[in-house]
């Protein structure tokens, strides 16, 4: 059960973009003139990497495009398609991308897994608390969802959501709201961005608001927010996001194996990356966005390759 996609600001249009540049350092790219085959006996990477985005997933277009960028600095031609979901678990098992940043396990893209687990390979978790949530300005005096049916004039009577197909509509009906004797209050179904105005003006006018929500999310570093505990966990528990590879992966990029392996944001890494991407003006691009949070995040790259030996 997913919460609606919906980017609040731009999408990532489906494009592919090859860039030429001059090989970086040459534990990450193959000095061949050809530039197209690697050699796992010499620890050598094919230097063109394919990734798909998946169109709707904001912290995938996110973590691509950093990844983009990282792998444009260290020397390789990337190409970038965004296109649904289904369709780039299918485009890597049958080889059209190199790389996808956004499976949620063990729920939300089991049934992929199911279908094309013998054709892609799982290259490790990048992110290990994606769930749904029911958020609360951080100042307000609920504490865990049991308390909100006590306290909900504190809230104005009022619990403010998303999308009306959205999974985590279905679950906040179906199992929160009766689960914890919410039914007197008023759930407003709506839509996301209509959710997130709401939620910005009760915070700037230092008023009490409860919305259902979920991680990760720009919101969390935007907004003065936390969770409420779910002790009876009718919102199911967290998922964690892979990054998958093709099948053969592993022999045609050894090196880019281990640097995507110890690849991990932690919430204020991700919440900042996205919002600066989907909630600025100030970058003409989720490009430029990257090249900002980098900035503001100078060891990141050198952390990184620390971590993965490389």
């Known amino acids: 059960m997913t919460p609606a996609r919906t980017t609040t600001r731009r999408r990532t249009a489906a494009v592919a973009t090859a860039a030429v540049l001059g090989l970086g350092l040459s534990a990450c790219a193959s000095d061949t003139e050809s530039g197209d085959s690697g050699d796992a006996s010499t620890g050598e990477d094919e230097t063109s990497v394919s990734i798909g985005i998946p169109s709707g997933w904001d912290e ?32 890597l098992a049958g080889g059209d991308f190199d790389l996808l940043f956004d499976a949620w396990l063990p729920i939300t893209h089991a049934s992929y897994l199911d279908e094309y687990g013998d054709d892609v ?23 865990s969802l049991e308390d909100l049916a006590d306290m909900a004039d504190e809230y104005g009577n009022k619990l403010v959501g998303i999308e009306a197909g959205a999974g985590l509509t279905k679950v906040t009906q179906e199992e929160v709201i009766p689960t914890y004797g919410l039914e007197d209050m008023d759930y407003t179904i709506s839509s996301t961005p209509a959710m997130l105005a709401e939620l910005k003006g009760a915070t700037d006018s230092g008023e009490n608001i409860a919305v259902t929500l979920w991680r990760p999310h720009w919101a969390y570093d935007e907004f003065p927010v936390r969770d409420l505990e779910d002790p009876e966990g009718t919102l199911g528990d967290a998922e964690e996001i892979h990054t998958y590879g093709a099948g053969d992966f592993e022999d045609r990029y050894p090196t880019l194996t281990k640097l995507v392996g110890a690849f991990e944001l932690d919430d204020e890494q ?32 050198d952390d990184l390759k620390e971590a993965a030996g490389v």
């Open 60 to 91: 995938g277009i996110a973590v691509s495009h950093l990844w983009k960028a990282i792998l444009e600095d260290e020397g390789y031609d990337v190409e970038t398609q965004t296109a649904d979901i289904g369709i780039v678990f299918t485009g």
């Open 121 to 143: 390979s799982d290259l490790g978790v990048w992110y290990d608390d994606a769930k749904l949530t029911v958020a609360v300005n951080e100042d307000s005096p609920a504490q």
């Open 270 to 301: 991700l919440f900042s990356l996205e919002n600066m991407m989907f909630n600025s003006d100030e970058y003409s691009d989720e490009d430029a966005a990257v090249e900002a949070w980098l900035e503001e995040n100078p060891t990141f790259v």
